[in-house]
């Protein structure tokens, strides 16, 4: 309702039924020759056809027994379904039944809070039900241009101080990051959470500076017009690139991050270390040694205390991968025996290559010459 009273596309279509969503959802799908997919644990069921996505869910109230705990679900009306929602601008709905008329039911001001712009909490114990609330507060203020409600604002800092956040798991907490990060603009966001109070949620040590949020803006302008696949990583790995390599890990942890995620994270004062050591204006085929992923080289492009460095990435970004026109079954026919030494000497070429030295024509007589006099290339 909120994307439709806006007049943005609609992303998705959420159905709330007072009494058997599933059946609903099973009706539907056959009216449409599709399957419904039952989550049976929490009675709602997604129907999927010509691209679109519908979601069924009875409606329900729900209860915490503590701060940052998984609610409880009870049956109830649709007042109450909507009363459990996040913010006012989520807490609209549109009667589809026919006994009821098509009409917008509206009990928190929803729509009145969209055409002021704002996004408001239901009530005072919003963030202490659901601290992750507070990080959708930064994530929609930034993705839809709207002010948070001061007394919404207020709330957030009472959580944080009140230590609501230490409840929520990390994987939750980094599951709401990765969303933020992943938005348009994530610049912005880091902004909305800091006025917000959050980042000691996160770690402490994270910066909001003007230099910070400039990185953040530039790594997305960068890895853009690279055409590079990147994802949420490349931001947190800007953000975080002042952090120690002990904070590093503790940041790590507090977002639970596993395999190559953590191993990228935690190695990042590291991999920053090897670029600053790698000569005055490393050459590209020294960069290329280092097997940086695209989201490492952006963020080292924007974060690398200097200038050679953050040229020379920057450069690798921009370029087409250089990739050799010949190999090992071309030594071998020009007589090169078979060995490592075959390996050797393609490397030696691709490195000249990469650094300029040869042109994509010469790559058999180098590669050729490496092989015979390798202390000569």
Do not use: C
């Not at 409600?149 to 907490?173: L, M, N």
């Amino acid at each position: 309702m909120r994307d439709l009273l806006l007049g943005t596309p609609v992303r998705d279509l959420d159905f709330a039924v007072e009494g058997d969503a599933v059946s609903v959802a099973r009706d539907v799908a056959r009216e449409l020759g599709v399957e419904a997919r039952v989550h049976g644990r929490f009675a709602t069921a997604t129907v999927a056809s010509g691209g679109e996505r519908l979601d069924f869910a009875a409606t329900r109230s729900e209860t915490y027994e503590r701060p940052g705990a998984l609610p409880r679900v009870a049956p109830a009306s649709i007042e109450e379904d909507l009363g459990r929602r996040d913010f006012s601008v989520h807490a609209m709905a549109l009667s589809l039944a026919p006994a009821r008329g098509r009409r917008l039911n509206d009990p928190f001001g929803g729509r009145e809070d969209l055409v002021r712009r704002r996004l408001r909490i239901l009530h005072a114990h919003s963030f202490e039900d659901d601290p992750t609330r507070a990080y959708r507060a930064a994530r929609y203020a930034n993705r839809l241009g709207f002010s948070i409600e001061p007394r919404t604002r207020k709330a957030a800092r009472h959580a944080v101080a009140a230590g609501f956040f230490e409840a929520i798991s990390g994987d939750r907490r980094r599951r709401e990051l990765r969303l933020i990060l992943s938005e348009p603009r994530p610049a912005g966001a880091v902004r909305q959470m800091a006025r917000l109070g959050l980042l000691p949620t996160l770690h402490p040590s994270l910066p909001t500076n003007g230099r910070a949020l400039s990185r953040l803006a530039a790594a997305g302008r960068l890895a853009a017009s690279a055409g590079k696949t990147t994802s949420w990583i490349l931001y947190l790995l800007v953000w975080s690139s002042g952090l120690k390599a002990r904070e590093l890990e503790e940041f790590a942890n507090r977002l639970a991050l596993a395999g190559e995620e953590r191993r990228i994270l935690t190695s990042w004062r590291e991999t920053l270390g090897n670029l600053a050591g790698s000569g005055r204006r490393p050459r590209p085929s020294q960069i290329a040694a280092l097997r940086l992923t695209p989201d490492e080289t952006a963020a080292a492009a924007v974060s690398s205390g200097r200038k050679e460095v953050r040229a020379v990435l920057a450069q690798q970004l921009l370029r087409k991968p250089v990739e050799l026109s010949i190999g090992g079954r071309d030594l071998v026919r020009s007589g090169v025996s078979p060995g490592p030494e075959v390996g050797r000497a393609l490397a030696r070429t691709l490195a000249a290559r990469r650094d300029g030295k040869i042109p994509r024509e010469e790559e058999l007589d180098y590669a050729l010459k490496a092989a015979s006099h390798p202390e000569a290339s």
